[in-house]
């Protein structure tokens, strides 16, 4: 099949940060949360990507814990869907949302967003099709705005069990 590129109309400047890799599932959450509030703290808002329901809540519940301010967009919570994800760029703004979630909605950056790095992209494991998680990613940095991502894994990933993470974990 002939395949046509299309560049973007402003350039990408988005920090796409390489993937950090834990041993434990918990040591993995306790780091994105960690990374969360300090962006919190920061004013930057961050989307959390998660790949299932379970994931969104558990998260939600740290979150809660640490009196951080959130919302959450899963297969629960279809009908506020646009306005979540359309004020998920504001400043101090946390959103987690199932990866599906949200798509077609613009996320406009609030005032003063770009100056403090952008939309933070916040990637709780990979999926198995690269391009759901190249779609989560490419929700931050459109149109030339600034902004970050970053996937956090584990070895009892699903996926990363998968691609034999046993050997990692006995080395």
């Known amino acids: 099949m002939d395949v046509i590129v299309i560049p973007t109309?402003?350039?990408?400047?988005?920090?796409d940060k390489p993937d950090l890799i834990?041993?434990?599932?918990?040591?993995?959450?306790?780091?994105?949360?960690?990374?969360?509030?300090m962006a919190y703290h920061r004013g930057q808002p961050v989307l959390v990507g998660t790949v299932?329901?379970?994931?969104?809540?558990?998260?939600?519940?740290?979150?809660?814990?640490r009196g951080i301010p959130h919302n959450v967009l899963n297969a629960k919570n279809h009908a506020r869907e646009a306005e979540i994800i359309e004020n998920a760029g504001?400043?101090?703004?946390v959103t987690i949302a199932t990866n599906m979630a949200g798509r077609g909605t613009d996320i406009k950056l609030g005032e003063g967003v770009k100056e403090l790095g952008?939309?933070?992209?916040v990637g709780t494991?990979?999926?198995?099709?690269?391009?759901?998680?190249?779609?989560l990613r490419g929700r931050s940095g459109r149109q030339g705005d600034p902004g970050v991502s970053r996937?956090?894994?584990?070895?009892?990933?699903?996926l990363m069990r998968r691609f034999g993470s046993e050997r990692m974990m006995a080395a």
């Open 151 to 158: 996937f956090y894994l584990s070895l009892e990933d699903e």
């Open 118 to 121: 952008g939309l933070y992209i």
């Open 9 to 15: 109309n402003k350039p990408i400047i988005r920090d």
């Open 22 to 37: 834990f041993k434990s599932m918990k040591g993995k959450f306790h780091a994105v949360v960690e990374e969360i509030v």
């Open 52 to 65: 299932a329901v379970e994931t969104s809540e558990l998260i939600s519940k740290m979150l809660k814990s």
């Open 90 to 93: 504001q400043v101090g703004a």
């Open 125 to 135: 494991e990979r999926h198995e099709s690269r391009r759901i998680d190249n779609q």
